[in-house]
Nanobody
Framework: QVQLVESGGGLVQPGGSLRLSCVGS????????LKWYRQPPGKERELVAF????????NYADSVKGRFTISRDNAKNTVYLQMNSLKPEDTAVYYC?????????WGRGTQVTVSS
C-alpha cells in the first residue's frame, strides 16, 4: 500500500520557520522525483519545490526562492521542506508528491498558517 504522510505544519508568526517532512512507504522511494505543492485558501494548487532522485538538482517557485529549501534522505524515505522567513501569503495546505513516469502519488497534506 503506497503512502505519503506529511507532518510539521502548524501556526507560525511572520518571519518564523517551519520544517515539513513527508515519509513514503509502499514504493521504491529513491527512484522517484519528489515535489512539494501548496494550495492557498480559495486558490489552485501550485508547485513549490522539486528535487531529483539523487538530490543533484532542485528547483523552486519564484515566490519561495531564497527562503525555502527542499532536501531528501532516501535512507529514511523522507523528503523535507525547510521554510524560513515565512510570510502570510505562504499560508496553505502543503502536499508532497512522488513522481516516476506514469506513477504519481500524493500525500493528504499538512496545514501551514502564517499569522500574527
Amino acid at each position: 500500500q503506497v503512502q505519503l504522510v506529511e507532518s510539521g505544519g502548524g501556526l507560525v508568526q511572520p518571519g518564523g520557520s517551519l520544517r515539513l517532512s513527508c515519509v513514503g512507504s509502499g514504493f521504491i522511494f529513491s527512484n522517484y522525483v519528489l515535489k512539494w505543492y501548496r494550495q492557498p485558501p480559495g486558490k489552485e494548487r501550485e508547485l513549490v519545490a522539486f528535487i531529483n532522485r539523487g538530490s543533484s538538482s532542485t528547483n523552486y517557485a519564484d515566490s519561495v526562492k531564497g527562503r525555502f529549501t527542499i532536501s531528501r534522505d532516501n535512507a529514511k524515505n523522507t523528503v523535507y521542506l525547510q521554510m524560513n522567513s515565512l510570510k502570510p501569503e505562504d499560508t496553505a495546505v502543503y502536499y508532497c508528491n512522488a513522481f516516476q513516469f506514469a506513477n504519481v502519488y500524493w500525500g493528504r497534506g499538512t496545514q501551514v498558517t502564517v499569522s500574527s
